[in-house]
Structure formats: C-alpha cells, structure tokens
C-alpha cells in the first residue's frame, strides 16, 4: 500500500499546474477541471498521470537540481509504492477505481524545464504512468493507494 502525496491539475496545455489538497475524479472527465481527462471512446488512454515520489527524486538528483513534483505536469504524486509496470493493472485510491493504460514517456517538455529531466525521466518507467478511471470519487491527499487485482 502506498499514500496519495499530491493532487495537481492544469487548465490548458501550457498553463501552470494548482496543487490541490483533494478533487473528484470521474470517468467522463478524469481530474476534475484538467484538461487532459475527457473521455474518449477507444482513445481513452491518458485521463490520469501518476508518477511515483521516489522517482521524482531519482530523475532531479541525477540533474543536480531541486524542482517540485508538479514540474513533472502530473496529476497524482504516489508515495510510498511501486506503481504496476503494465496495461490492466488497477490502482485504488479513495473512492476511485484507476487502471494502468501505458507508461507516461516524458516529452520534450521536460527539457525546456530542466536541461537532462526528460533523459532522466526515461528509464525504467520514472516519467509515470497514465491511467483512466474505471470508478469515479473523491480522492485527497493522505488516501491509502492500493493495488487491486482485475
């Protein structure tokens, strides 16, 4: 089991991430109030992104830097548990179902943040995963995350 550390969300594309304390997750909208969370039918792959805390760490310690999680445009920080390497996997945290759809690959983005983090980020699935919601709710920091079998 593991502990939900931080909720962020984004409006648009480029705009800044809001750390929250809680949000709704649903199946038609992902994260409540991001952009990237609409379902769509057969494409429906990217509706949360998850990355773990301790990769986060590992990804900015090997750029000599001291960025917030939220650089990485995530939308769920994951303590404390090794996040399942594989489509089908079912995450659940709070009232909410999540599925593992596919590793979230880091994009030229990072680069622009921090010279090497999109390098960083590659290995091992230390960018994320992405997921889509199989059951809405509510979920805050401090929820127990735990993986449940399909």
Request: charged residues 30%.
């Amino acid at each position: 089991m593991g502990t939900l550390a931080g909720i962020a969300r984004r409006a648009g594309p480029r705009a800044p991430m809001k750390v929250l304390d809680q949000v709704e997750l649903s199946v038609e909208r992902g994260v409540e109030g991001d952009h990237r969370g609409r379902f769509k039918p057969g494409r429906n792959r990217r509706q949360v992104s998850l990355i773990e805390r301790a990769d986060w760490h590992a990804a900015i310690a090997e750029i000599g830097q001291d960025l917030p999680w939220q650089t990485r445009r995530a939308n769920l920080l994951v303590d404390g548990l090794d996040l399942p390497q594989r489509a089908g996997a079912r995450l659940r945290i709070g009232q909410a179902l999540l599925e593992i759809t596919v590793e979230c690959d880091p994009c030229y983005r990072m680069e622009e943040i921090a010279p090497g983090l999109e390098a960083a980020l590659k290995s091992d699935w230390r960018g994320g995963a992405l997921a889509r919601v199989l059951e809405g709710g509510h979920v805050a920091v401090g929820d127990e995350i735990r993986i449940e079998q399909p």
